[in-house]
């Protein structure tokens, strides 16, 4: 529960839209009474590793929680909740030494522990490509409505995806995150996905102001957009991840078709300095983009993301600037788009990785209504 306080300590801007739980902590208080009932019809003692593994494989069988796995009490349970691990999908993956670390757990402990996550845990399993087809079939494809970008990304941005978008500081990340939420709102028929947008800010830069200019830009009503566009301000790394967690719950009720961070990387950056640091910031980055994948395959939704470059000296062709954030980053990105200024003011926009599209520039403005052709 340490958990939740922190989204309710940390101070809100009053300006920012941040919307109230649409379930009440009553109503999640009784759900999970209600699970804890079923499980306690159960004698745990009888419950034979078979009937585990066979309980893993049932989809119709019930939700197994923390509390569900062998040797767990209320006591353990609590203290692997407030080490961040609510789902077994999360402990199956951990190492026994990092687990008795973070929860402070006894190593054999939390070996035991991951062992029966690991049995437990519903950890998906291969699904024909037919399947996989019809999944590809419901996705969606947000219009720039800048012709240039659209061609470059086939058709424009898909949902069930991650983008990256990255460049140095003044190459337009954060326009490009405010234009998609702006026509994220718009209809379908106009490009958009008559939806709405979460918008995790970490560097307090987004502006309803700059929404209004876009939004009227397409001859949009800029307060109806604004109401669509639920935005959070996050003040380190572990609130960052939080609000992406709440995101699940938040959007009871919404037509969530977009989650926006700007910037992923920079919290995580300055709060894991070091060489000594950088593999846990990296599985906490790791464990964060899992969270947004989630998101963007459960809503059949679009997640973008901005990333800043360091510059790479010893490059001794092509750009010396290469994103920051190394594999997760990159093995977790679905479309990279590399963004740079031109002269005249325009913005160069590279598709630097894509599963199925050619590598390519397009040429875009960004004007005062928003980007355009
Ligand atoms: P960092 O977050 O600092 O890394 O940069 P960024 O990549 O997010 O840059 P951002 O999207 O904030 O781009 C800022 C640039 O967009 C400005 O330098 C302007 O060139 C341009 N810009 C922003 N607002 C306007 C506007 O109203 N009119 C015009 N013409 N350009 C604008
Ligand atoms: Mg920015």
Redesign the pocket.
């Known amino acids: 529960m340490r958990n939740l306080q922190v989204s309710h300590q940390a101070p809100l801007k009053s300006s920012l839209i941040y919307p109230q739980p649409l379930v009440s902590g009553s109503d999640t208080m009784s759900t999970t009474s209600k699970k804890k009932k079923t499980t306690s019809k159960k004698d745990e003692s009888l419950v034979a590793e078979e009937d585990i593994l066979m309980a893993a494989v049932d989809d119709e069988a019930p939700e197994v929680s923390i509390e569900d796995l062998p040797g767990v009490g209320p006591a353990t349970a609590e203290k692997l909740r407030e080490a961040g691990f609510d789902e077994l999908l999360a402990l199956a993956v951990m190492s026994p030494g990092d687990l008795a670390d973070q929860a402070e757990l006894g190593e054999a402990v939390a070996g035991k522990i991951i062992n029966a996550a690991k049995k437990m845990a519903n950890i998906g399993g291969f699904v024909s490509g037919v399947a996989l087809l019809d999944r590809r079939r419901e996705v969606q494809k947000l219009s720039s409505k800048v012709q240039s970008i659209d061609d470059l990304l086939g058709g424009g941005f898909e949902t069930q995806a991650l983008v990256e978008v990255y460049?140095?500081?003044?190459?337009?990340?954060?326009?490009?995150g405010h234009q998609l939420a702006v026509n994220c709102t718009m209809s379908v028929e106009d490009g958009g996905f008559d939806g709405d947008v979460f918008y995790i800010d970490t560097?307090d830069?987004f502006r309803p102001e700059?929404i209004t200019?876009m939004a009227r830009g397409h001859g949009l009503d800029p307060d109806a957009v604004l109401k669509r566009i639920h935005v959070a301000r996050a003040y380190n790394p572990a609130h960052q991840m939080l609000l992406a967690e709440e995101i699940k719950r938040m959007s009871k009720g919404l037509n969530v078709k977009m989650i926006i961070v700007?910037?992923l990387t920079s919290h995580f950056r300055a709060e894991y300095i070091g060489r000594g640091m950088l593999a846990n910031r990296q599985q906490k980055l790791n464990r964060h983009l899992k969270d947004l994948k989630q998101l963007a395959d459960v809503n059949n939704a679009l997640v973008l993301v901005?990333n800043?470059v360091h510059s790479k000296p010893d490059a001794m062709w092509g750009d010396p600037t290469k994103p920051i954030g190394g594999h997760v980053l990159a093995h977790a990105s679905t479309f990279r788009l590399y963004?740079r200024k031109a002269k005249g003011?325009r913005r160069i926009a590279r598709l630097v990785d894509s599963p199925n599209l050619p590598d390519g520039e397009c040429v875009y403005q960004?004007?005062?209504e928003g980007l355009r052709d």
Do not use: N
């Open positions: 460049g140095a500081f003044g190459s337009g990340k954060t326009q490009i560097e830069t700059r200019q700007d910037s901005t800043q963004l003011g960004v004007t005062q």
